[in-house]
């Protein structure tokens, strides 16, 4: 059983508090977190692609902040299990407990509450995600689909610690808005606000 009263909940994609991303999240990492690939991300081949290289644009911040994915050795996705993990789902418990198209979930150490043990992030395996980057398939552009790229580079962002950010153009705010376009393709990068978040965790890299 989850004990779900014990953690922190960062991230709800809809939601509509303003909370500055520069400014550190209560707990941050004492060091760089490995998020374990559910097995069944296996049958979600196509999204497990994009959130790849989501991870790997958002590693190339300018702060010193760093995640790494790899393969999970069991097939439990539990939020609360002392291992940090990523999966597609269509539990509404899991998503923040509000259907929420992504929420990632935080635990601190109980020893020092400035620090963080745990982040799982979840996905809607419902929703009808964009996977091939074009600008035409998308909200805002005539399509239907939800670019799953701008949705990854937010919840793993509240995963790092990073909150909120709705005052201003910010992939902690709206992320599926702040895209950047070049004919009919699309890219997605964290920002600067949303890095500055992070130097103000974990200072500029080197």
Not at 43 to 68: G, M, P
Not at 101 to 121: F, I, L, Q
Not at 153 to 181: D, K, P, Q
Request: charged share 20%; aromatic share 10%; proline share 3%.
């Amino acid at each position: 059983n989850r004990n779900l009263r014990s953690l922190a909940l960062l991230a709800v994609v809809t939601a509509s508090s303003a909370a500055s991303a520069a400014t550190p999240s209560t707990h941050s990492w004492k060091s760089w977190p490995t998020f374990y690939a559910n097995p069944d991300m296996a049958i979600w081949k196509d999204q497990n692609t994009i959130i790849k290289a989501t991870v790997a644009d958002f590693n190339e911040n300018s702060s010193a902040a760093y995640l790494i994915l790899a393969n999970d050795d069991d097939s439990e996705t539990l939020v609360g299990n002392n291992e940090n993990e990523y999966n597609m789902t269509g539990s509404t418990a899991d998503l923040c407990g509000s259907g929420s198209d992504g929420c990632a979930w935080s635990r601190p150490d109980s020893t020092d509450p400035t620090k963080r043990v745990e982040s799982d992030v979840f996905f809607d395996a419902w929703v009808m995600w964009d996977f091939d980057y074009k600008s035409t398939d998308i909200w805002g552009y005539g399509g239907s689909q939800r670019p799953l790229a701008t949705a990854a580079m937010h919840e793993f962002g509240h995963a790092m610690g990073l909150e909120h950010e709705n005052a201003i153009y910010n992939v902690m705010g709206n992320e599926y808005e702040t895209i950047t376009t070049n004919g009919t393709t699309y890219t997605v990068r964290l920002g600067e606000d949303a890095t500055a978040g992070l130097k103000a965790m974990y200072a500029s890299s080197s």
